[in-house]
């Protein structure tokens, strides 16, 4: 089986620091993988690496069974791979919808993509207006994106994500400054809106961690430290020493 993401010895330097050290990973295609730490343990800097934001030190990174270390984030994007950011990135002076007609236009072969901006297109109409319902902003398709509610706007950083037609998504702290009550829903609107997808997820809330992911990845000083179900992982006693705690363990 090809697994929709591999990482082999994947590491990062920055000058003499070391932020990321030898990763390996293996997601499989559909999975929901989520991938925990401590702050500074080097969760974001691993999904730029993934996302080409970054350049690998060393390692190898695969996306569907191509190789795309070190290539450019457009080209892995096209290759259907996309990413939420830890802080929202919607912009902000576009209504909702032409958000994601942005996102859905971005997925267009280049040729495509000019002649359906200059002519418009029914089919990244529709593409925008069917993610729009899907992550819950069907009535705020005209509103400014920076007029939204801060919830609203991640649902449409999410729905960017999905509008570009990738199937394996990377989330950032989805829930990141959110209220409880919010950041159920928000979990609630990625389990319905990335069904069938390949998810791997940056999280603190390790309700949402244990309620939602089908493996656990710990990364503790740029090194993965156990990788496992979620009962595995609460059983595991290194990743509670290291991050989890007794207070987590129900
Ligand atoms: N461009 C950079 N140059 C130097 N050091 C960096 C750079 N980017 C990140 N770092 C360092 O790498 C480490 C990992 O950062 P990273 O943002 O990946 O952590 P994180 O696990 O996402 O943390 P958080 O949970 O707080 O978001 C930190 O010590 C950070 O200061
Ligand atoms: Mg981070």
Redesign the pocket.
């Known amino acids: 089986m090809t697994h929709a993401l591999v990482l082999q010895g994947v590491e990062k330097r920055?000058g003499a620091?070391q932020?990321v050290c030898g990763v390996d990973l293996a997601i499989e295609a559909g999975e929901r993988h989520a991938l925990i730490?401590?702050?500074?343990?080097?969760?974001?800097?691993?999904f730029q690496l993934i996302a080409g934001a970054l350049a690998p030190s060393a390692g190898r990174i695969a996306l569907n069974g191509r190789d795309i270390t070190g290539r450019a984030p457009y080209a892995i994007s096209r290759l259907g791979l996309a990413r939420s950011f830890?802080t929202t990135s919607v912009f902000p002076r576009l209504n909702a919808c032409d958000n994601l007609r942005c996102a859905a236009l971005s997925a267009e072969p280049r040729g495509a993509r000019w002649r359906h901006l200059l002519l418009g297109s029914r089919a990244v109409d529709e593409r925008a207006r069917s993610v729009l319902e899907a992550v819950g902003l069907a009535a705020c398709g005209d509103t400014l994106a920076g007029a939204l509610s801060y919830a609203q706007q991640r649902a449409l950083d999410l729905g960017m994500a999905l509008a570009s037609g990738a199937h394996t998504l990377l989330l950032d702290?989805p829930t990141a400054g959110m209220s409880r009550d919010e950041a159920r829903e928000a979990l609630a609107l990625i389990r319905v809106a990335t069904a069938g997808k390949t998810v791997v997820m940056?999280e603190?809330d390790m309700d949402a961690v244990f309620g939602l992911a089908d493996r656990i990845s710990v990364?503790v000083g740029g090194r993965i430290i156990a990788t496992g179900t979620p009962d595995a992982i609460r059983a595991n006693s290194a990743v509670r020493a290291a991050y989890l705690g007794p207070e987590t363990l129900r």
């Not at 730490?37 to 691993?46: D, F």
């Open positions: 920055f620091t932020v730490g401590p702050n500074g343990a080097g969760k974001s800097t691993l830890q702290e940056v603190h990364l």
